[in-house]
Every structure is written in C-alpha cells, then in structure tokens.
C-alpha cells in the first residue's frame, strides 16, 4: 500500500539560514506520528512545507501519490490535509460555534449565488454545518462555551478551537503544531484521547509537533526528530527514546530530557 | 534623448525630496501624510508671499517655507496625530485624520491665499543650449542642482546625526529604539516636522519655475504615493529611488505618448499594477505578511 | 461516561439557535423594514409635497446615490480593506453610461446594469495585483488609483477631455412586454421625484444584497478573511478569488451609483468624482460604523446634510467641515458608534 503522505527531500532556505535541510518520511494512512526537536529545528516550518503555505526551495510533499507541494494552501486543504497554528489562530471575533461553522466551507454543495439566494440546498448545507460543528464541538468538550466570543476564551479553550477548525474541513492528514501547549496535565491527557479516538473512530492521519514529551510517547504510532533542520531519527517511541543521537541532540539543548 | 534624461532628473530630484518627506512620517509613524500635497502647497504660498509680496530675497522665502511648515508639522504630530494613535483602535482612524488635514489647509489656503495661480520672478535669467540637443533654463538647473544637494544632506543628516540616527532606530523598532531611551516622542515630533518641512521647501524652490495653485495639493500627494510605492515604502533609498523613476517616466511619457493625449499617467499606473503583481513591496521595500 | 460520538454529518434538526440567526427574518425586523420603507416612499414625499421644499429632493436623491457606493466601500471593509478607490469606479460607471447613451444610442436603464458590470471587470484586472497588499498599501494603491481615474478621463478621446460629455438625455421608458414599468422621463412634469424614487428604489437593492451578502456564507467567509487570513487558507478559502469577488461587487455598486448620478445631471466630466469624493465615502463607512450593514446609509446622511447645513457659512463651509472631521477624529477615532460600544459589549 503507498502511504498517503510522503516528504521527499524537502528543503526551505530563507536566505543563509536553512530552516529544513532534505528531510523525508513516509506516513502511512490512519498513523499518528509526531515530529519532534529542539527550538527552532523547523518543525513548524516542515508543517507549512507540507499544508503549502510555504514553497519549497527543493523536494517534494505527495498526497496519494499527487504532488501536493507548489499548490494553493486552499487547493491543499480542499485534497485533505489541513493544518492548525502554533499560534492561537482562530477567528477572533465569531463565537466559538461561528468558528466552526465557517470552517465547514469545504463541505458546502451550494454555490456563493446560491447561498446569497437562500436555495434549498443552500439551507440544508447550512443545516448540516450547523449540527455537524455542534457535533464537533460537544466532541471537544467545549459545549458550555459554544456562544462565546473566541477572543474572550482562555488558552487551552483557544488550543481546542483551532482543533475543532480544522476537524470542520473533514481532513484526511490533520497537521496540529503544538496542539497541548498552555495545558495543565489533565487537559492534555484528555486531548490525547480525544486525538487517538479522531483516528480510530474517522480515520483520520494525525501528524503532530509537540514539546510535551510524556504525551508525544503516549500518543505516537511513530516518530521523526529533526535538528537545525535535519532529520537525525526516525522509529517508535520506544527506538527513540533509546536513541544516541537524539538522546545528544535534546542533552544539548536547553530541552527537558526527553522521557516518560 | 539627452534632453529627456536632463528633464527626467530635474524632475526626479523635486519628487524625491517630496516623498522623502513622506517615507519619514511613514516610518516613524505609520501614518500616511494625505496633507503632504497641501502642505507643498502651502510651502510654495509662504514663499510666494515673502518674495512676491514683500519683495524680500528668494533665500529668506525659503527659508520661511521650512520654518512655517516644520512648525504646521510639528504641531499636527503634537496635538492631532499623537493622540489619535494612542486613542484609536484602527488604521483609518489617522488617514481619516490625515484627510480631514488636507481638507483642512486646503480650506485655510483658499481663504488666506485665494484660488488664483501665483508665481514669482525667474530668480536667473537665460537659457544653457547645448547645440539644440539639450536645452535647458538656468533657473531649472539651479533649482534641481539645490533639489539633489538636498537629498544628499538629508542623507547625511539621517546617517551621521544624532537626530538622525535616533529616528533611524525608532523608524526600525519603536519598542527596541524605546527601551534603548530614545525619547520616543520627541523624535516623532521632529520626524514630522522634517517631512512636513521638506515638503514646504519643494514648494518654495519650484513656485519660482511652475508657480503654484490651490488644486495642486491633492496631485502632488498622488504622486508622492506612487513614488513610495515604486521604491517601497518607509525606506529612504526607496523614496529617492521612487522619485528619480517616476520623473525619468514621467518626462519619457511626456516625450513618447505626447501624440495620443495625456495617457502618461494611464501608463505608469498600469506599469504599476504589473510591477506590484510581481514585488508588491515596492523595490526597496521589505517582504512583509 | 458518554462522550458524544462525531456525527457522520446530516444532522435531524435545526437546533434552538436556528431562529436567532442573524441571517432571518424576524416580526421586529420586518416591521423595521416596512416601516423604513413607508418613510422613503411614502412619507417623504407627501412631507416634501405638503413644505414646498422640492429642492429636499436632489439632496435625498444625491444621500441615496452616495449610500450605493459607500456600501460598496463598506463591503471592501469587511474584507479588511481600506477602500479610497471608490471615486474611480462611481466615474467609470459615469462614463460607461454616458457613452453608451450618446455615442451608441442605448437606453438608459440598459446602461445602469453595464456600467456596474464594467466596473466589476475592471475592478477584477486591477484587483487581482493590489488586493494583494494590506492596509496602508491598500489605500495608497486605490488612492492613485482615483486620481489616475481623473486624468484618464482628461486624456482619452472617447470621454471627451475636460469638457466632459454634456447634454445628455432623460432616461427613457422602461418596458416589458409592452408594458410600461419606468415612463419616459423627458415626458414627467417633475422628473425629480421619479429620479428620487428610482435612487431610493436602488438604495434599496443595493443594502438587501449587502445585507443578504453579509448574513449568508459569502459574508461569513468575508469575515474569516477579514480576521485572518491565513487561517482562512488553511480551511480551505480561495482567499485570493474571494477577495477579488467581494472587490467586484464593492465597484459594481460604485459604477451603479456614478451611471444613476450621470442621469440626473445630465452630464459627467473628469472632476465629478475625485479624491475628495473617495475619502467621504470612506468617512461615510466610518462615520456610520463599519460594524454595521446600514451604517454607510447612515454615515452618508450625516455627512451630506451636515455638508449642506453649512452651506449658509460660504467661504468657511469647508473649514468648518474639515474642523469637524478632525475634532470627530480627536474625540472618537473609533467612529460614532463607538460611542455605544461600552454598554453593548460581545457581538
Ligand atoms: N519566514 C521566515 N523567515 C526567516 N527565517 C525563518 C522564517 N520562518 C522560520 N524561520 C527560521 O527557521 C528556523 C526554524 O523555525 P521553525 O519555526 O520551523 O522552528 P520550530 O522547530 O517550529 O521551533 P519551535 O519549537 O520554537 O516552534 C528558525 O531558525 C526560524 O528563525
Ligand atoms: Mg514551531
């Protein structure tokens, strides 16, 4: 079976620096697999090579075999692979439910004209975002806050709404950068549950950056350490952990040891 | 061909200086300056007035074109801009505001100066004739020769002066250029005391070649914005860059396309909706977003 | 414990907040509607007729026409753009509907339509490079773009230079089917009450599109946009068609409002809409609060009664002004409505 996502070589220099230097991997579909290292390895900017947002300098991203990289960011997301920020991005003023209804633009059949027009069809969309983004959003947990205002929400509220937009477009490769930062222990146990049960209920491929060690072991089918832009490791928490080079890399930096 | 560079570079040396002026109050503030034609405007009257009216030496108009526009300058930065910036919430809080400054001196010189063309004698007589190829009046060549040696002293000031340098850092980094103790401020005052100075001087050094009217306000404005725009915006070589090409296009414009009416203009805003399509920063400009 | 499983989508009902959407059209909504409608059409001309003051109806006529294309500013503002490029477009749809007339013989009410058209095509070659830019940027770039509409029309042969195209005739009838809808205007004893009540008529459409725009999907995406713009990439926006889409309707609407001026004047030239002309469309917007549909229809009435109010002052009339819009500036640069802003909290 090919896998649905495959880097290849993929490399992005701004100016002197290089950011991601030739890393590769392959995902297999329904795998969730994390992208780890220290600050500032590009990690972040890997995942902007692979949702489009950024063009490479060389190498390649394939979705299902298509090149994917060179696309619109939009044309990306329409194929499947949607990315949320590192940054609390959201809309900051909609509520939460706006957030997420607005976020449903990809599962829309009706034309703009036919949404100016109130069709039917454009009503029964309308229908459908609306339960389908309730649905998302009791998922998550955040029924209680459904029609507050986004700006007013506090960090890990922010966190859980950038997961519920990008769950709204019906993702095939869900990218999340930093989906446990600003949560307290609890919080972030939850939303590994709630990540694992996103693959093992939809089937959705999570590829995921994160700090929090003791949850990436947790949740990790597979995963890829990257350095100053290089791939260093690539295999099961268990290989990882036990990894020299790894074990170097975050020693050397200012990291928290990796570890349970 | 001699003839079109010559005018090109006169020409380009007055719309420097001009969005010289207006790249600085950019920078420094963020604000676009939709006054800074009225206040060219403005700088060519005051001259007018002091050489035309009381007969006074041409150098003591300009001079009170700098001093009376840098005092305009300052006072819109201290008493309107500062606190509109520091009140408001959105961008076009200080264009309108900018905008509601325009109207204003436009208002002002039409009851002080009337709606009249005004202008004041040639301050030098004759023309230089270089063998028909390159003609040119004395009066221009001074003029633009006073233009680029003000260029280049406003350089200087902006590398090698204290002041200059202190409205360096804070055009970079307002925050860094605060912490650092630059009195934020009273940089900001001066910057838009310069521009709006170096706009009243451009004035006074062309009312003695073009003459100037109260409906030249608005065009020179346009004109200083296109020029950031084509050098990029908030950079000093960007502004001196933008003036020089939008002068060079302007006097090939009026030489070529003469025959089919006054489509320069058409033309160069075509040339730059295809140009920012491709460097939407403008040439000097930094990549943003 | 029951955690609530993701739906495969189609959902059984509408859910609660259904009837609170803004988008629909609530008892108390629709009376305020009838009733503004009563105001235009029926009250403000038998009020006209019972004061003598006819001369109300080319100030009404010319506040309607101006709300158009400030609409069409306020719908680039909510895509988070800084629209001062209005005035190019009210003078392009002018002139489209003055050449068309004189020059082609067409009827006038063929020509309203194209020159909104026209205006939407040309704001799509121009907008697919500047749309690019943000904020300051933005409003340089549509700025020029006014001017450069101006010495346009100076230069090429088909406006006819400064002089302008003069004499143009009334519109004429309008009819389906042999049907009479519009009649001819040259044969109205009043022709100002039929231009008040087509501007009105106009004003009308325009704010149910806007408002309909802005209360279905279109306008949702134009907010996502206006807040961020990445983020609407990333759930899959063409932001870049999106932004060119809202811009065209933006210019319709100026070309609309500038064909519909044309025809009441009679005439056009290079100065009937200039930079002045942009900026109070903007001030317009800002005046009335860009949160708001209706905002611009209010923000235009202010502003040009308040223009006509000091008319009596002469030469200080636009002194006055001017001091006005910087002490509004001063005292509330976050627009009138910012006023209400502190009690009203949330959406
Ligand atoms: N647009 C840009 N221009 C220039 N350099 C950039 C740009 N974006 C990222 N970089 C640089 O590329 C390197 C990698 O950045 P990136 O954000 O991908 O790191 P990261 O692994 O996500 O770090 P963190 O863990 O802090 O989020 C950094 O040195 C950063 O400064
Ligand atoms: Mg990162």
């Known amino acids: 079976m090919t896998p649905i996502l495959q880097v290849k070589g993929i490399t992005k220099r701004y100016g002197g620096l290089t950011a991601v230097n030739e890393v590769s991997f392959d995902v297999a579909e329904g795998e969730i697999l994390s992208v780890i290292g220290p600050n500032g390895a590009g990690k972040s900017t890997l995942f902007k090579l692979i949702s489009s947002f950024v063009t490479p300098t060389s190498g390649e991203v394939l979705f299902k075999g298509d090149r994917i990289s060179g696309l619109a960011p939009h044309q990306v997301a329409r194929k499947g692979v949607v990315r949320t920020f590192q940054e609390t991005t959201i809309f900051r003023s909609m509520t939460v439910r706006e957030n997420v209804i607005v976020a449903h633009h ?47 929400l506090p960090q890990g509220h922010l966190r859980a709404l950038g997961m519920a937009i990008g769950l709204a477009t019906n993702p095939r490769i869900l990218l999340l950068d930093e989906p446990f930062a600003g949560m307290n222990h609890d919080e972030t146990m939850r939303m590994v549950g709630l990540v694992r049960r996103l693959r093992d209920e939809r089937g959705v491929t999570v590829l995921l950056v994160e700090h929090d060690m003791p949850a990436v072991m947790k949740i990790s089918d597979r995963i890829v350490v990257i350095n100053f832009g290089q791939k260093i490791a690539e295999g099961t928490p268990a290989e990882i952990q036990s990894n020299e080079k790894v074990i170097e890399a975050y020693l050397g930096s200012e990291d928290a040891a990796i570890g349970m | 061909m001699e003839q079109i560079l010559a005018n090109g570079l006169y020409l380009g040396a007055q719309y420097a200086l001009i969005a010289l002026g207006l790249t600085l109050i950019f920078s420094l503030m963020n604000v676009l300056n939709f006054a800074h034609g009225q206040m060219y405007v403005m700088g060519g009257f005051v001259t007018y007035t002091v050489v035309a009216q009381f007969g006074l030496p041409f150098i003591v108009g300009l001079l009170a074109s700098a001093v009376v526009l840098a005092v305009i300058g300052a006072v819109c930065e201290r008493f309107l801009f500062r606190t509109v910036i520091k009140r408001s919430k959105r961008e076009e809080s200080t264009m309108l505001l900018a905008a509601g400054i325009a109207f204003f001196l436009d208002a002002v010189i039409l009851l002080v100066f009337g709606e009249k063309q005004r202008g004041v004698p040639k301050i030098v007589d004759g023309v230089f004739n270089w063998d028909m190829r390159l003609i040119m009046p004395y009066d221009r060549i001074l ?9 280049v002293g406003f350089i200087l000031f902006m590398q090698y002066s204290r002041t200059g340098r202190a409205m360096r850092a804070l055009a970079q980094d307002r925050m860094a250029a605060q912490l650092m103790g630059v009195d934020v401020d009273r940089y900001s005052m001066i910057g838009f005391a310069l521009g709006a100075m170096l706009a009243g001087i451009v004035g006074g050094l062309l009312v003695t070649i073009t003459g100037i009217n109260l409906g030249m306000g608005g065009p020179t404005s346009v004109k200083a914005f296109l ?63 | 414990m029951t955690t609530p499983k993701i739906p495969n989508s189609v959902p059984t009902s509408f859910g609660n907040s259904a009837a609170s959407r803004p988008g629909s059209l609530g008892p108390a909504r629709l009376a305020g509607v009838a009733a503004f409608l009563a105001l235009v059409f029926v009250a403000v001309p038998l009020g006209i007729a019972a004061s003598g003051r006819w001369d109300f109806y080319y100030t009404l006529t010319s506040v309607a026409l101006l709300s158009i294309a400030s609409a069409g500013v306020w719908l680039t503002f909510y895509i988070g753009r800084i629209n001062i490029g209005q005035g190019a477009y009210a003078l392009a749809g002018g002139y489209v509907s003055a050449v068309l007339i004189t020059q082609v013989g067409m009827s006038f009410w063929l020509t309203l339509p194209l020159a909104g058209l026209a205006c939407a095509g040309l704001a799509v070659l121009i907008g697919l490079p500047i749309l690019r830019l943000r904020g300051v940027y933005f409003a340089m770039v549509t700025l020029v773009l006014t001017e450069v509409a101006r010495l346009s029309a100076l230069a090429l042969p088909v406006t006819n230079g400064a002089k302008g195209i003069t004499s143009i005739p009334l519109p004429g009838e309008l009819s389906v089917l042999g049907l009479t809808i519009i009649p001819d205007f040259a044969t109205l004893e009043d022709p100002k009450l039929a231009f008040y009540l087509v501007a009105v008529a106009l004003m009308c459409l325009s704010y149910l599109a806007l408002w309909r725009i802005v209360n279905s999907r279109l306008g949702h995406l134009c907010r996502s946009l206006q807040q961020n713009e990445e983020l609407a990439a990333s759930i899959g926006v063409n932001t870049a068609h999106l932004r060119v889409l809202a811009y065209a309707i933006s210019s319709f609407f100026g070309g609309v409002a500038g064909a519909m001026f044309v025809s009441i004047s009679q005439s056009i030239y290079p100065s009937s809409f200039q930079v002045a002309d942009s900026v109070n469309f903007m001030l317009n917007c800002f005046l009335g609060g860009l949160g708001y549909v209706f905002g611009p229809m209010l923000g235009t009435l202010l502003l040009y009664f308040g223009w006509d109010l000091l008319f009596t002052t002469g030469q200080y009339q636009m002194l006055i002004y001017s001091s006005a819009m910087i002490v509004l500036m001063l005292v509330l640069p976050n627009g009138l409505l910012s006023l209400f802003d502190r009690k009203g909290g949330g959406k």
């Open chain 1, 106 to 152: 990809l599962r829309s059949r009706a034309s703009l004209l036919g949404f100016f027009l109130g069709t039917s069809l454009a009503r029964q969309d309308e229908a459908e975002f609306g339960a389908s983004a309730d649905g998302i959003i009791d998922f998550l947990g955040m029924g209680a806050i459904r029609d507050e205002l986004a700006s007013n």
């Open chain 2, 227 to 289: 020029m950031i725009m084509i050098g990029g915006a908030g950079v000093i070589s960007g502004a001196i860059a933008g003036g020089f090409i939008l002068g060079m296009m302007e006097s090939i414009g009026l030489t070529l396309l003469a025959a089919y009416g006054d489509v320069t203009y058409l033309a160069i805003f075509a040339t730059l909706l295809v140009f920012l399509a491709i460097r939407p920063q403008g040439l000097m400009g930094k990549p943003w977003g």
């Open chain 2, 143 to 151: 003029i633009g020769a006073l233009a680029i040696a003000m260029v």
